[in-house]
């Protein structure tokens, strides 16, 4: 059974910093994408980023290029969101998501954490 565990989000002041962590288990082999999603209150379900585990390819949606970053420790299974300056409007419960194959939409990543607040203060 797979399974996606986050951490890490919390309380930071805007042009703060936080690290996210999607601990992944369950996964027989590496071709697997991971990606992180976030939404706001009142707000739609939005796509961060996007990580190929079988090849490292990794995308970024264009409000966290420059800011965000994706990184991964293999031999933990684990996916890891970095996020620099920080502003309010990054404010959001994240998710960490998983699929089989590259496919990085959401329908297609059927395996889903509980996701982690964020909260950037002004």
């Known amino acids: 059974e797979v399974q996606l565990v986050e951490s890490g989000g919390g309380l930071v002041q805007a042009g703060g910093s936080l690290k996210l962590s999607c601990a992944a288990s369950g996964f027989s082999d590496d071709d697997y994408a991971i990606g992180w999603f976030r939404q706001a209150p009142g707000k739609e379900r939005e796509g961060v980023s996007c990580?190929?585990?079988?090849?490292?390819?990794?995308y970024y949606a264009d409000f966290v290029k420059g800011r965000f970053t994706t990184s991964s420790n293999n031999a933990k299974n684990t996916v890891y969101l970095e996020m620099n300056s920080l502003k309010p409007e990054d404010t959001a419960v994240y998710y960490c998501a998983a699929g089989r194959g590259k496919e990085c939409g959401y329908p297609a990543m059927v395996y889903r954490g509980k996701g982690t607040l964020v909260t950037v203060s002004s």
């Open positions: 990580f190929s585990r079988s090849d490292g390819d990794t």
